[in-house]
């Protein structure tokens, strides 16, 4: 099945989206509701917000140009360093913008 | 070791106008990006009211993005579904681990709070959680503020894209990036969080090489949870 992108089309592909979106962001919240949270449970929530970030950054890392690299690599040296995040972000991104000039 | 501390779970009108101040900064960059998709979009032939109605309803910019590539006469209705969904899933799992919070609140309020749920506010609202601190105000004020600038830089674009025409030279596009790494750096470090955290990531990566797109979020955060819920820590002697 095809939407038209003309008329009223448009309007349908975004209420499609915003409620394809509406689920993920109330789903997870949803189903928690029904899971009795033992200890087990809190280990694996705990695990997994992590784990959320690093498999988010890790292809990011890995498929991005040398740009990305060295911004993501910057920004950790520095946070690990100075443990403050608004000079970290701003190393990564100095590092990006010098990478892609030359 | 998540612990629920007593009022880490509260949302007075004070935490949630701390939480908006908090986000603010990062969301000048939100702006940039909103400017780069209003561009984008109207580049792709959306109208005016489609687009700021999409930043307004969906605002997910990736997945915003994604949809601009299926864009054409017509938009074919299940990768449509399917493309928004497997982009966005990581939604649910920044429910499920704001859930101990949550439940401490009445139904429409843990609701509500979740409709602006994105991957900053939740990660600014997770740290704040593992110090202890209160974290839903993050989430709330904090979306809210990135809501309202994705809506202006959105709107900015149809007019201003031109503006920055190359933020990715600018390296404007690592901005977020670089944040989410900040606070993944931020947190607690310890050999066996270290670990989970390689797990997740060869498990992300393999995703990413070897799965249908975009799954690979998913599968590296729930192969780094199910390792750290078989790994039990060892406690403390006091």
New interface residues.
């Given amino acids: 099945m095809n939407i038209e992108t003309t008329g009223h089309g448009p309007l349908i592909i975004v209420a499609v989206m915003a409620l394809v979106t509406l689920a993920t962001r109330w789903g997870g919240v949803f189903i928690m509701s029904f899971v009795p949270i033992g200890y087990r449970v809190q280990l694996f929530i705990s695990a997994m917000s992590g784990s959320v970030l690093v498999a988010l950054l890790t292809p990011l890392a890995v498929a991005g140009d040398n740009g990305a690299r060295l911004a993501l690599l910057s920004t950790a040296v520095v946070m690990l360093l100075v443990k403050k995040p608004l000079p970290a972000i701003a190393a990564g991104i100095v590092a990006a913008a010098l990478v892609r000039a030359f | 070791?998540?612990s629920i501390e007593k009022g880490a779970a509260r949302l007075q009108r004070d935490d949630v106008l701390a939480g908006f101040k908090k986000l603010l900064?990062i969301s000048v960059f939100v702006v940039i990006f909103g400017v780069a998709f209003g561009l984008a979009a109207v580049q792709t032939?959306?109208?005016e009211?489609?687009i700021l109605?999409?930043s307004t309803?969906?605002?997910?910019g990736a997945?915003?993005f994604a949809?601009l590539k299926l864009?054409?006469?017509?938009?074919?209705?299940?990768p449509?579904?399917v493309t928004?969904?497997a982009v966005?899933?990581?939604?649910?799992?920044?429910?499920?681990?704001?859930?101990?919070w949550?439940?401490e609140l009445p139904r429409a309020k843990?609701?509500g709070v979740?409709?602006v749920?994105s991957?900053a506010n939740w990660?600014m609202a997770?740290q704040a959680f593992a110090r202890g601190e209160a974290g839903l105000g993050l989430v709330l004020g904090g979306g809210l503020a990135l809501w309202s600038t994705w809506i202006l830089g959105t709107w900015l674009g149809l007019y201003f894209g031109s503006a920055i025409r190359d933020p990715?030279?600018?390296?404007?596009?690592?901005?977020m990036?670089?944040?989410?790494?900040?606070?993944?750096?931020?947190?607690q470090k310890n050999l066996r969080?270290l670990v989970?955290?390689c797990?997740?990531?060869a498990?992300?990566?393999l995703a990413?090489w070897y799965l249908p797109e975009n799954s690979?979020?998913?599968?590296?955060?729930?192969?780094?949870?199910?390792?750290?819920?078989?790994?039990?820590?060892k406690k403390i002697e006091h």
């Fill in positions: 070791m998540l900064p032939g959306l109208d009211v489609s109605s999409m309803l969906v605002f997910a997945s915003q949809v864009w054409g006469t017509q938009v074919p209705l299940v449509l579904m928004v969904f966005n899933a990581r939604h649910l799992l920044m429910g499920a681990t704001l859930y101990p949550l439940r843990r609701y979740m409709l749920v991957d990660a997770m990715v030279s600018l390296g404007l596009d690592m901005v990036g670089c944040f989410l790494l900040a606070m993944v750096i931020g947190g969080i989970i955290w797990v997740a990531a498990s992300s990566l990413y690979h979020v998913v599968v590296g955060a729930l192969a780094g949870g199910i390792l750290g819920a078989f790994w039990v820590e």
